[in-house]
């Protein structure tokens, strides 16, 4: 039996989605929606399905919809995922929503507790941590090879010239690089940050508006210390991102998300190599394997706090970036509840 999937919003990000979907034979796109005519008319000519220019047109419609990728956009590239989002939740859809959960916490607040209140399936699309690469790194966790993480440092970083808002670079991009640091060292209960703008000709003072650039200082509930590096002012051939967790017993470096992976022991000089493990070559390839995750878990109608990055661990990592802001904005390190 097909998983029955709808897309709402078929802009970039949707479109991938819904190339992931067609190559999937474990699904079937049922629905399209977007609120700009034309895109929903390609897409639904793409998938030989109904389109639609609104959530609440598709759900009157009585097509079966079984789950639904949210793929909206809008203020810091999460302001229009609350209204869709809870229009398909509160309709019973489960939903797979993009990154961030949303740029506001309290709607993120929202669309975790009704799906909670709903029990259904609510995944968010971070997609980083869905390499073979990190499970790897994850089973070596998992078995103890590392021992005791002390340490967990994250560096992520792009060019992107971006000034729609002041925050824009920590509140659009680093619900990925957090999730990662979350995914290997769980809950953050303190947060420090410092952010810099980077120059700009014409900008004011000669500077962006965005915080392009932020160091964040993070202390785990269970003890692990952390760093991020984050900065839209840095990419070519820096690389994407670089996460280094180090143990008592070793430490691993992950490079580029799927692409090499080392493992240091802490005492010998037997370094294990692995390049492109499981055949990823790119990060571009994480939307395959996230969805691919998402359609099996569906499939299986695992129960909601089975699901993946889940809505509440986006909800944690958003957390954890407002958590940054006020840090900077009041100068003092911040506890989370
Ligand atoms: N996971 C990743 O690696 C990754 C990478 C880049 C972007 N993203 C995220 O993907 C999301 C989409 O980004 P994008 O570049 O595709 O944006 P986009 O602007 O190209 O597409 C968004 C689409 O949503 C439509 N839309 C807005 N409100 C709607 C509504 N209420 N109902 C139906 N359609 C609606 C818009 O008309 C538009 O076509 C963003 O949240 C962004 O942060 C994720």
Known sequence: MTLKVAIVGVGNIGN????????????QIVAVCDIIKERADKAAAQCSCPGFYSVKEMLVSGIQIEAASMCTAGVENGGDHYTPTMELLSAGI???????????????????????????????NLNHRFTPAALRAKEWVTAGRLGEINIINMTMWINNPNETSPWFHIRALHPHSLDVMRYFGGDVEKVQAFFKRGPRQDGPHGQRVCWSNVQVNLLFKNGIIGHLTGSYDAGGSYGLETLEVVG????????????????????????ESYDYLGGMMSFGETFNSRIARWVEQNVAKDSPEQIDASGEDALKVQRIIEATIKSWETGTVVTLS
Do not use: W
């Not at 008592?248 to 370094?271: G, I, K, N, T």
């Open 248 to 271: 008592s017993e070793a430490r691993f470096v992950l490079l580029d998300a799927c692409e090499h992976l080392r493992f240091y022991p802490r005492f010998s000089q037997e370094v």
């Open 94 to 124: 489960p939903v797979l929503g993009e990154k961030p959960i949303s740029n506001n916490l309290q709607q993120a607040e929202e669309m975790v507790t009704l799906a909670h209140g709903k029990n259904l399936r609510y995944g968010v």
């Open 16 to 27: 991938i989605h819904l190339g992931v979907y067609q190559k999937n034979p474990a699904c």
